[in-house]
Structure formats: structure tokens, C-alpha cells
């Protein structure tokens, strides 16, 4: 092989290993930034066919109903706690600021946060639902799927 192919090949594997070591680290850099959708069924009893649980400390959104009662607000802070439901399970979600002016018991929301030991959530947003115009597919789907029963089937629901 002649010096001018052999430089053009050593700066073509160059280039390449530069791309790939780049995408590596714009990978690895997202990846702690990546939320994932939830709903109080998939954090108790896993999701999908492989029923895989998320970890606790790990970032997710979990989507779902308030459950009537359940809303308790601190009166000496912002703080306030409620459990999320939806046909599989319900869960509890503890929110330190101040809540949007749509939210209420027997409301959609999404909930995002960090997911404790205990499978509470520790929210750091509360997303009120809207409008029915637009909502996103995944919750969509998640809400058609899960909201078949009354909220009172899960009063008895704990991990």
C-alpha cells in the first residue's frame, strides 16, 4: 500500500473512532436525563412482558388518577401528599410547592420525581390534566387502559 493511502486510511479510522466516541458520550450524558412514563400498576407490578420494576432513585413520571381523600396538604408548609390510582394499583406521591390550579381529587395528573424505597414518589412537578384536545399518546393509552374501576376498589391498595 503506498504513504498517501495509508495516511487517507489512519485519518478515515480517525474520524470514526472520534464519531463513535462522541455518540458514546452523548449517549451516556442523556441517559441521566431520560424520564420515564409510569402508571401506579407498572411501578407495584412491573411493565410489560418482562414485568420489569423501576428502581428506587430512579427519575420517572407516573401518571394517573388522584384518589378522592387522599389529598393532605402540611399548614405550615407548601407540602401536601395523595395517592395516584389507576385499575392495578395505587400509589403515594409527596409534592413540596405549589400545585397547579387544576388539580383536584378525581383528577388526571402526572406526577414527575424520583421514586423511593418504599414505592413513594417523591415529585419534584405536578402536571394537571387539561384539556382533552391533546394528550399525549403514552398517557392516553396508559389512562384508556387503567381507569376502568371506581377509585374506591383501591382504598385497600398497598405495595
Excluded: C
Excluded at 463513535?20 to 442523556?30: D, H, I, K, R
Excluded at 436525563?33 to 413520571?61: C, H, M, S, V
Excluded at 410547592?97 to 383536584?104: A, C, E, K, M, T
Excluded at 420525581?113 to 387539561?130: M, N, S
Amino acid at each position: 500500500m503506498n504513504p498517501r493511502r495509508k495516511t487517507r486510511l489512519w485519518v478515515a479510522l480517525a474520524v470514526l473512532a472520534s464519531l463513535g466516541l462522541t455518540l458514546a458520550l452523548v449517549l451516556y450524558a442523556l441517559r441521566a436525563n431520560i424520564d420515564l412514563f409510569y402508571t401506579p400498576g407498572d411501578i407495584l407490578y412491573g411493565k410489560g412482558a418482562a414485568q420489569e420494576k423501576p428502581e428506587p432513585g430512579q427519575r420517572l413520571r407516573v401518571g394517573g388518577m388522584v384518589m378522592r381523600g387522599s389529598v393532605k396538604r402540611d399548614s405550615q408548609s407548601l407540602k401536601v401528599s395523595f395517592r395516584l390510582y389507576d385499575a392495578r394499583g395505587a400509589v403515594d406521591v409527596d409534592y413540596d410547592g405549589i400545585l397547579p390550579d387544576l388539580f383536584r381529587e378525581g383528577q388526571g395528573v402526572v406526577a414527575q420525581g424520583v421514586l423511593g424505597e418504599d414505592h413513594r414518589i417523591h415529585a419534584r412537578e405536578v402536571l394537571a390534566k387539561h384539556d382533552e384536545n391533546y394528550t399525549p399518546p403514552e398517557v392516553k393509552a396508559a389512562m384508556d387502559a387503567n381507569h376502568s374501576r371506581p377509585a374506591a376498589a383501591y382504598k385497600d391498595i398497598r405495595p
